[in-house]
């Protein structure tokens, strides 16, 4: 499964991504930010995934779901004052 995540101020799009328990996930994490200082973190908890995104760049991660649930993903990078509405779900049914 490839997922195109764009990363911009308060926003992480798709805010909700949904997947099957063995899928292999890849985030394709872009920061669209014109402005140079304005990175952007990706953090899953879970499967211990932390990226830092710089403006412009786009970053991947490749990630086997093991296991079934709703996990939160967020930002890592403190980046405005809607620093904390930058996160979104992965949501991954059981087989």
């Not at 499964?1 to 798709?14: C, D, F």
């Not at 099957?20 to 014109?34: H, K, P, S, W, Y």
């Not at 412009?56 to 086997?64: H, M, N, P, S």
């Amino acid at each position: 499964v490839l997922v195109k995540a764009v990363l911009v101020r308060s926003t992480i799009t798709p805010t909700s991504v949904e997947v099957r328990q063995g899928d292999t996930v890849t985030f394709a994490l872009t920061n669209i930010e014109q402005t140079t200082d304005e990175l952007h973190g990706f953090g899953l908890l879970d499967w211990n995934t932390n990226l830092v995104v710089d403006p412009g760049e786009t970053k991947t991660v490749t990630l086997k779901i093991d296991r079934p649930g709703v996990f939160p993903y967020y930002c890592t990078n403190f980046c405005s004052a809607l620093h904390q509405e930058m996160q979104g779900y992965l949501i991954v049914k059981p087989k």
